[in-house]
């Protein structure tokens, strides 16, 4: 397959900006230009319709042009390997003195990659753009197994090299305060003042 870079492909003003692996703010094709005005006024329809814009544009450009109905989960690999090369996403080979450094304190000539919180977001609206578009649920290749492999591969590798944890933080459940909780004000041992005295009726 020919994965060189089309200098006419909307892909070549793609990239997540700033290095970081932030969703909102990295969407791989978020500076790609659109054919027409998006009909929706969100930023996820938006970003959707730009994404498989990009995709269909791919799949023309692969020697031999693919169809939507030949396209496999090792065509979207393919597709995510492309991206690769317009990421700004620093990942330290292992034999780099950074390798596992959050904040590098020199430059270093490892490669430049999409971070992974983009490329799971991408395939997300992927996934969901298939199957708006007439394809099956059972036949979508971005929902393949091999896709799903391969992003938690990246998410890994990039969690080592780069030092950082993509884990979900669990969130504290609130305590709940007790009737019997001294610190609550009620109950306990605290009493509340018995009610003054009713005012005095006027003149």
Same mark, same amino acid.
Not at 27 to 43: D, E, F, N, W, Y
Not at 113 to 119: D, F, K, N, V, Y
Not at 163 to 174: A, D, F, I, L, N
């Given at each position: 397959m020919d994965l060189s870079a089309n200098p006419d492909s909307p892909l070549s003003?793609?990239?997540?900006?700033?290095?970081?692996?932030?969703?909102?703010? %990295?969407?791989?094709?978020?500076?790609? $230009?659109?054919?027409?005005?998006?009909? *929706?006024? *969100?930023?996820?329809?938006? =970003?959707?319709?730009?994404?498989?814009?990009?995709?269909?544009?791919?799949?023309? %450009?692969?020697?031999?042009?693919l169809s939507l109905a030949q396209c496999s989960g090792a065509h979207v690999l393919e597709f995510l390997r492309y991206?690769? =090369?317009?990421?700004?996403?620093k990942v330290h080979a292992a034999a780099c003195p950074f390798f596992?450094?959050?904040?590098?304190?020199?430059?270093?000539?490892?490669?430049?990659?999409?971070?992974?919180?983009?490329?799971d977001a991408l395939v997300g609206r992927l996934r969901a753009a298939y199957e708006e578009n007439g394809g099956s649920p059972e036949s979508n290749p971005f929902a393949a197994r091999a896709v799903r492999l391969y992003l938690r591969e990246v998410r890994e590798h990039q969690a080592r090299a780069r030092?950082? $944890?993509?884990?979900?933080?669990?969130?504290?459940?609130?305590q709940q305060l007790t009737l019997g909780d001294s610190s609550s004000g009620f109950g306990g041992n605290h009493h509340q003042p018995p009610p003054g005295p009713p005012p005095a009726a006027g003149c």
């Open positions: 003003g793609g990239g997540n900006g700033g290095g970081s692996s932030s969703i909102g703010s %990295n969407s791989i094709t978020s500076s790609l $230009s659109v054919g027409g005005a998006p009909q *929706s006024p *969100s930023r996820y329809e938006a =970003q959707k319709r730009r994404d498989w814009n990009t995709f269909g544009q791919y799949l023309r %450009n692969h020697r031999p042009p991206l690769d =090369q317009f990421g700004k996403t596992g450094h959050p904040s590098p304190p020199a430059p270093c000539p490892c490669p430049l990659r999409q971070a992974w919180g983009s490329l030092g950082v $944890s993509y884990e979900k933080k669990k969130r504290k459940k609130p």
